[in-house]
């Protein structure tokens, strides 16, 4: 299919292989778009006969626009380098453009794993991601590290069944350091772009809490829905606490 697939990468070595070949089996060719691994990132992106490109990292909204740059479309998909596209997903996608007349942006569900547990509450689901669109009829936005696509108004949108699966973090310090390093990042955004006198962070940690755990009912996700909770309200309190 007339599909590129491209991914930004820096020390994905344990995850980037089944990320790239699930995309091989749709895509006519795969980019990604690599920030100065450390690893064995490039070399086994290079083995699986994918283009590797270098740019430096600049803010994950900006990297993913300046991958869409080395793309051929005439649509792309565009993954995570943690994220594979699961065997209903992949069917789904081949149905939808045997009947694809375009231009047509699709959404998808997304499936997060924690620690080896799908998760099916709070925060973490419904998620659902904008991911396969006409190359140069929409665009990644939002506010860094929460990237969005955005795509024009007369665009429309077509949801396709099965989920891509998120593999997101092994182990609890694997959230905690990313929520840390993330709340920092959205802190920093905040500042540049004006933020109001005053804040509230404990009030919007608490209101986070209860509203992934609670109303969103994450505590059916058990022990790793409380900690989900817990780390999302974590990163709430930092965002709006942190100075630049």
């Not at 998620?127 to 665009?139: E, T």
């Not at 009030?203 to 009912?217: E, G, N, P, S």
């Not at 059916?220 to 942190?242: P, S």
Request: with cysteine; hydrophobic share 40%.
């Amino acid at each position: 299919m007339d599909i590129t697939g491209v991914v930004i990468a820096l020390n994905e070595a344990a995850k980037i292989e089944a990320c790239v070949r699930s995309l091989q089996r749709v895509c006519k060719e795969v980019i990604v778009l690599d920030s100065g691994s450390q690893d064995d990132t490039v070399a086994r992106c290079e083995q699986l006969g994918v283009k590797v490109f270098y740019h430096a990292f600049e803010g994950h909204i900006q990297q993913k626009n300046q991958a869409l740059t080395y793309a051929l479309g005439p649509y792309v998909l565009s993954l995570d380098a943690d994220e594979v596209l699961s065997e209903d997903l992949i069917h789904s996608i081949k149905e939808a453009f045997s009947k694809n007349t375009g231009p047509i942006a699709y959404r998808m569900p997304r499936l997060n794993q924690y620690c080896g547990q799908w998760i099916r509450y709070g925060a973490w689901n419904p998620d659902r991601k904008i991911r396969l669109w006409p190359l140069g009829m929409a665009h990644w936005g939002g506010q860094n590290p929460h990237d969005r696509v955005i795509t024009g108004p007369d665009l429309p949108i077509v949801d396709l069944q099965g989920p891509i699966l998120h593999y997101s973090y092994d182990t609890t310090e694997e959230l905690r350091i990313q929520s840390n390093k993330f709340a920092a990042i959205a802190a920093r955004e905040r500042h540049a772009h004006g933020v109001p006198g005053f804040s509230w962070p404990l009030l919007r940690a608490a209101f986070r809490w209860f509203r992934d755990y609670v109303l969103k009912r994450g505590f059916l996700d058990g022990k790793a829905g409380w900690t989900i909770a817990y780390e999302n309200a974590r990163y709430t309190y930092l965002k709006y606490h942190l100075k630049p």
